[in-house]
C-alpha cells in the first residue's frame, strides 16, 4: 500500500485478489454483536465491525417529542446517529452535521419500513446511534445495532435488518469496504436488505458502476447481509439465552 498521506492512491486489490486488509473480494471484517449491552435503554445493542465500534440504544414506544412530529395512524421513529469526538483520527467537530442528519434520516426511514410502525399509533420509537471508533461502514454497523436493538427492546418487526455495503475497488466489486477502499476506491453502495423477502429497504450509492455491476454488486449485498443476519439472531439467541444471570450481573 503507497503513503496515504502522500495522497499516493494503495494498491487496493493485489494481482492475486487480495484486498489491504487481507480478505477476499466476497469477504466481510470480523463481527462481533452484543444485544442488551446497556442497562437503561429499553433496548440497546453493542456492534464492533472491523475497526467500527457503535453503541445503539432504543427507547419507547413512549410519548412524542417534540409534540407536533405526533402521527395519529402510527409511531414516529426518530433516530440521531452521532460520531464522537474521539471517533476518528483527526477530531471530528462535535454535534450535528449535515452528513449525521442524512445518516439519521436514511436510518429512520429503513427502519420504518421493517417495524410495525401502525400498532403504536401517537408514539415516538427513539433510536440513537453512537459511534465511538469509526473506519468505514458505520451506517451499516449503525443500522445493524439498531435492529437488534429493537428486537431487545421488544418492538415487533417483520424482521430483523442487516446492512452492508458494496463497493467497486481496485476495479472489482468488493464486500464491505475498508477505510482505503472507500476513500480511494471508484464506488460504495451502502444497502440493508430485509433477509426473509429479499426487499431493498436501503440503498445509497457514492461512484460510478456499470448496471451489470450494480445487478452483482446487490447480489453481493444479498449474500453479505444474509451473514451479518446471522450474528444478529446469534446475539439475540445468547442474550435470552442467559437473560436471567445477565440481568443479575449488570
Ligand atoms: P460510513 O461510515 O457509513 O461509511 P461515510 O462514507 O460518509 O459513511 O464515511 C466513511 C468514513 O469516513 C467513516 O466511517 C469515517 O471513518 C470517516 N469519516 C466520516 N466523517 C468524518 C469526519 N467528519 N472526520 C473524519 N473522518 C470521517
Partial sequence: ???????????????????????????????RIEAGALKHADGSAYVEWGANKVMAAVYGPREVHPRHLQQNTKAVIQCKYNMAAFSVDER????????????????????ESVVFV?????????????????????????????????????IPMVDLLPAVAVGKAGGALVLDLNKAEDNFGEADLPMAIVPQSGRLVLLQMEGHVTQEELARALEMGVQGTRQVYDKMRQALRDRYASAPSAEAAQ
Wanted: contains cysteine.
Fill in 92 to 111: 471530528k467537530r462535535p454535534g450535528l452535521d449535515r452528513r449525521s442528519q442524512e445518516i439519521s434520516k436514511v436510518i429512520a426511514e429503513a427502519l
Fill in 118 to 154: 401502525e400498532e403504536f399509533p401517537r408514539t415516538s420509537i427513539d433510536v440513537y446511534i453512537e459511534v465511538l471508533q469509526a473506519n468505514a461502514g458505520t451506517r451499516c454497523a449503525g443500522l445493524t445495532a439498531a435492529s437488534v436493538a429493537l428486537a431487545d427492546a421488544g
Fill in 1 to 31: 500500500m503507497g503513503s496515504v498521506g502522500a495522497k499516493e492512491v494503495p494498491v487496493l486489490l493485489s494481482p492475486e485478489g487480495v484486498r489491504t486488509d487481507g480478505r477476499r473480494v466476497d469477504e466481510l471484517r470480523p463481527i
